[in-house]
């Protein structure tokens, strides 16, 4: 009887393992609708913030680091090999202090600025000139945010005609004056910043009333372009926010609106870049998978206003976040580990599936500080595991989105579960088919059984991005520690794609 006991009490514990580990079918939804991967969801953002303008992006052109017009030659090669489809700037809190004014015109003449959200004083040598310049330069939209906070209706009213017209205006000539013939056309503009917090400590229903005057008085460019307004938005979970904007603005004077979200399991005690045990580790990817519950519920805030989603939600901050350490290279200096990789591949997999609603958004930020996508010191630089999963994923670029069934299995600590399996996928205009698989699990590799028939392929091939431990970056010193390598954990049978994924990384397959 014992043995019978102990046979069954096997059995029992044998299913439940086996059960645990059970392939994971992913299946084509199918569906008329086509729906297209805005390349503008993989856009960055630069904040007068730390060292990610002045010593990051921006040494000046005397700087002995090879520059043009002061911005390294390095990082501009790096960030066009990423395809960085529009760069917000210049914050960010730091955007509802900024006088536009101030920034343009010889540097020798401009006034410096005292940076009360970051701290320190600067000289303004980075100004609206040098960005736009930069933009030119990386082939990326910028993305202007401007003063409400501090500033008025007719200074962000100058500040477009400044950039966009041609002639005929005070703006222009002014710029015509500052050695600047044609005009850069910028399409993207925000009308303030987080006007919840640093952007005035507002409530939803002042800050609408504001935003339609500011809307009301800034003008498309004199060759009939046409500007793509974006109202600021909510802070992660204040949905009052956005049914607010959403009743309140009229539909034809707002083009989109924000959303931020952080990657933080406790504001006040954020923890380490890179000294955190699994408990931290669980907690920052529950806060990064909140973000498809985020996306969810505004969306379907805006569908009740808006059911033909002209209005685009715009998620232009995301990204890990951690208190600085010691000895750090300027405020907000985070390095970046695998931790940030999986942060990464599961919110682009999110924005991606979301392609319908979500039409921007912007990783914070682009150097130097936050979830930075590159990282310097002096003369060196070095691209980070988050620079890898943005370049592995720009084949999402623009591309159809394939919408996706996937049943994940469960990624378990303390008691608490978490989807281990994240996936998005696309076809482009190559008609080649992309498919991005992130599994964030510690421990467990996981099985993914795809069905290739549905979607017409016949050839694999894939690159993976994975390290022995989670807590691995690359530094100054081992630049190329983590970096993309080929992946062929996989077999195909009977039109059955089956893939291993090994526990923390991120693969993207193409085929064809």
């Not at 390294?72 to 006088?99: M, Q, S």
């Not at 609408?208 to 793509?228: D, I, V």
């Not at 989105?401 to 608490?416: A, N």
């Amino acid at each position: 009887m014992k043995k019978l006991f102990l046979l069954v009490f096997i059995s029992v514990i044998f299913q439940n393992v086996f059960s645990q580990n059970n392939v994971t079918e992913i299946t084509i939804v199918k569906t008329e609708n086509k729906t297209i991967i805005n390349k503008h969801i993989y856009g960055h953002f630069a904040e007068h913030l730390g060292k990610c303008i002045y010593g990051g992006l921006f040494v000046g052109e005397d700087s002995n680091i090879s520059n043009t017009k002061g911005v390294r030659n390095d990082i501009i090669k790096a960030l066009k090999e990423l395809k960085v489809p529009n760069l917000r700037w210049p914050g960010g809190c730091f955007a509802d202090t900024y006088h536009w004014k101030d920034g343009v015109g010889p540097k020798k003449g401009r006034p410096g600025i005292v940076n009360r959200w970051w701290g320190g004083v600067e000289d303004n040598s980075f100004g609206t000139h040098e960005f736009l310049d930069m933009c030119e330069a990386l082939g990326t939209e910028p993305y202007l945010a401007g003063n409400v906070g501090s500033g008025s209706p007719r200074e962000l009213e100058e500040w477009v005609q400044y950039v966009n017209y041609g002639s005929g205006t005070p703006m222009s000539d002014l710029r015509k004056k500052n050695d600047k013939e044609k005009s850069w056309k910028v399409a993207f503009w925000g009308v303030g910043n987080e006007m919840w917090g640093c952007g005035g400590n507002m409530t939803p229903e002042y800050y609408s009333n504001l935003y339609k005057q500011y809307a009301t008085f800034m003008p498309n460019g004199n060759g009939g372009e046409k500007l793509f307004r974006v109202a600021s938005g909510a802070n992660g979970e204040d949905y009052h926010w956005t049914e607010v904007l959403m009743r309140d603005i009229p539909k034809g004077l707002m083009e989109a609106v924000a959303l931020h979200w952080y990657s933080v399991m406790n504001w006040e005690k954020k923890g380490s870049s890179t000294k955190f045990d699994e408990s931290q580790y669980f907690g920052t990817m529950n806060s990064a998978l909140k973000m498809e519950e985020l996306v969810q519920k505004h969306s379907e805030i805006m569908d009740k206003y808006d059911q033909e989603k002209k209005i685009a939600l715009v998620v232009d901050e995301w990204g890990g976040w951690y208190d600085t350490d010691e000895g750090a290279n300027g405020a907000l200096f985070q390095q970046n580990t695998m931790r940030d990789a999986m942060i990464a591949g599961v919110t682009l997999n999110v924005f991606n599936n979301h392609a319908d609603r979500v039409r921007g958004a912007n990783l914070a930020q682009i150097v130097n500080v936050l979830q930075a996508v590159i990282l310097t010191d002096k003369e060196k630089m070095v691209l980070t595991p988050t620079y890898h999963v943005m370049k592995m994923y720009n084949v999402h670029q623009d591309a159809v989105l394939i919408p996706l069934k996937i049943e994940s299995p469960k990624y378990i600590f303390d008691k608490k579960e978490l989807p281990a399996i994240s996936v998005s996928a696309s076809k482009d205009k190559a008609n080649l088919t992309h498919i991005s698989l992130v599994n964030i699990d510690l421990k467990k590799e996981n099985k993914i059984k795809i069905d290739l028939k549905e979607l017409g392929i016949k050839n694999i091939k894939g690159y993976i991005l994975s390290s022995s431990k989670v807590q691995d970056y690359n530094t100054f010193e081992n630049p190329n520690k983590i970096s993309p390598v080929v992946f062929n954990k996989f077999s195909i049978k009977n039109d059955k794609l089956e893939v291993t994924i090994p526990p923390f990384s991120v693969v993207v397959l193409e085929g064809n």
